[in-house]
């Protein structure tokens, strides 16, 4: 299964089952239906699917994360916009 | 140019691994240590998405992989980390086995020297160390148990699913120096037992200079090791040192491709192996290390009669072999895991080791069966 296929997968499931909000479910399911727009930019796909995996609201803060919080995901989501 | 057969001592640089460095060094150079804008947010951002590629080939957890330079440092770390908290708990006993790459051996004779009692494991002439040795010399106050995955000269996967049976129960720390064997040999790394794991990019792909100590932590608590290296406090303060972004982030695109790509890579491994086995089959060679263990890359024989080094000079211009590692091989140091193995110094002497990789081109086998053919025709 390819990177896009997950990343659907994988927002759906935490939106229906985890604690990703609308908010920032929406875009994701945008880049994960839209490969033609985002295929030149896997690494930041795959950053974001990682992410999504590892949602987590109470995210650790500090030098090192050991899960994603809303702000990881929408400033993932703001590089693939920007095309980073 | 001759065909690179010497892929256990480097192997070369996945294109879309290459192309991570070229992108985390000219355009995303940020450090990660300055998450206070995009530059920074987005190297902190490849460094921990690495973090969670390299840990997951072998089923740790982020915060349990600390970057290094390479399998060498984390070895050091491992090792010599551990002399406070020996000190302090007056466990000084260390046991290693006799076919460890010399960044563990030196390590552990620096330790005897400073007053630490060591046991070496002999090895068996299949190539793989003795556990029943090893459950001999252990003690109830072995502090550490340092055993490799996969053998650097001979290819050949040690057996620690044994040892993990053997130390279940036990408080001796246990490390494991899986530099030749991470991302190719799956399965025995993920044991949780294995308290601490030396890995390195440079076997699987990525370049040369990263790596990684997986600490696997323990009722939440790291194994008791104190950083070699102050000033920074970086790596949870165990590896102090600006992170080289464009390695790491080369490292876990390694990784994610070592498992993603693991079958696919495995069976061109074992194709190429078939033709290697069917050329050796011509000739007059003897394998070091036993087959049914020996990883689908690599082969060490020796040749009698012929000399390692006048094999690899005849050879030269088809493919391009060594006759040891990589690291003692400048020091022309006959092999300290064959002759563990208990093979002669003629068979030393003579030994060669070829190991290739998914990315083998395919070799003139009848240039080499002639060169081969023709020194044997020589010396007799």
């Known amino acids: 299964m390819d990177v896009f296929k997950r990343l659907e997968e994988t927002v759906n499931k935490q939106f229906d089952h985890g604690d990703l909000p609308k908010w920032l479910a929406d875009p994701a399911l945008e880049v994960a239906r839209s490969p033609q727009l985002y295929q030149d930019n896997e690494y930041l796909v795959e950053l974001l699917l990682q992410q999504v995996e590892e949602y987590d609201v109470y995210a650790e803060a500090g030098c090192c994360k050991w899960a994603y919080d809303h702000e990881d995901v929408a400033r993932t989501l703001r590089w693939l916009k920007e095309g980073k | ?380």
Not at chain 2, 43 to 50: F, K, S
Not at chain 2, 157 to 179: F, K, S
Request: glycine share 6%.
């Open chain 2, 1 to 380: 140019m001759p065909v690179y057969l010497d892929c256990n001592a480097t192997t070369p640089v996945e294109p879309s691994v290459a192309a991570l460095v070229t992108r985390f060094t000219q355009q995303d150079f940020g450090n990660a240590a300055s998450p206070i804008h995009d530059y920074g947010l987005f190297a902190r951002a490849a460094v921990e998405h690495a973090r969670n590629l390299v840990g997951k080939v072998v089923e740790a957890r982020p915060d349990e992989v600390i970057f290094t330079s390479g399998a060498t440092e984390s070895n050091n770390m491992a090792i010599l980390g551990l002399i406070e908290h020996a000190h302090k708990t007056k466990r000084r006993h260390v046991i290693t086995s006799a076919i460890e790459h010399k960044a563990v051996l030196e390590p552990v004779e620096y330790l005897e020297r400073h007053g630490f009692e060591v046991d070496i494991v002999r090895a068996n002439s299949d190539g793989r160390f003795s556990v029943e040795h090893l459950a001999q010399v252990l003690r109830p106050d072995t502090l550490l148990v340092s055993t490799m995955h996969v053998n650097n000269e001979t290819g050949v996967l040690q057996p620690l699913d044994e040892v993990e049976q053997l130390l279940t129960g036990h408080d001796a720390l246990w490390h494991v120096d899986a530099a030749q064997g991470y991302g190719k040999e799956l399965e025995q790394l993920k044991s949780k037992r294995i308290n601490m794991l030396a890995l390195s990019g440079h076997k699987i792909f990525a370049p040369k200079g990263i790596g990684a100590l997986i600490l696997r932590k323990q009722d939440g608590h790291f194994p008791p090791l104190q950083p070699l290296m102050f000033g920074g406090g970086q790596e949870q303060g165990l590896r102090a040192g600006t992170l080289p972004v464009q390695l790491i982030a080369a490292f876990g695109e390694a990784a994610k491709l070592a498992l993603r790509m693991h079958a696919e890579r495995e069976e061109k491994c074992i194709a190429f192996r078939k033709k290697v086995l069917a050329l050796l089959s011509t000739l007059d060679v003897e394998q070091n290390g036993a087959e049914r263990w020996t990883l689908p890359h690599s082969i060490n024989i020796s040749l009698p009669g012929i000399a390692s080094d006048q094999a690899i000079r005849a050879l030269k211009n088809v493919i391009a072999i060594s006759s040891t590692s990589a690291c003692t091989s400048h020091t022309q140091t006959p092999s300290h895991v064959l002759a563990a193995m208990g093979r002669s110094p003629a068979q030393v002497e003579s030994s060669l080791r070829l190991s290739w990789c998914h990315m083998t081109p395919e070799v003139d086998w009848d240039a080499v069966a002639t060169i081969l053919h023709n020194l044997h025709k020589t010396k007799t």
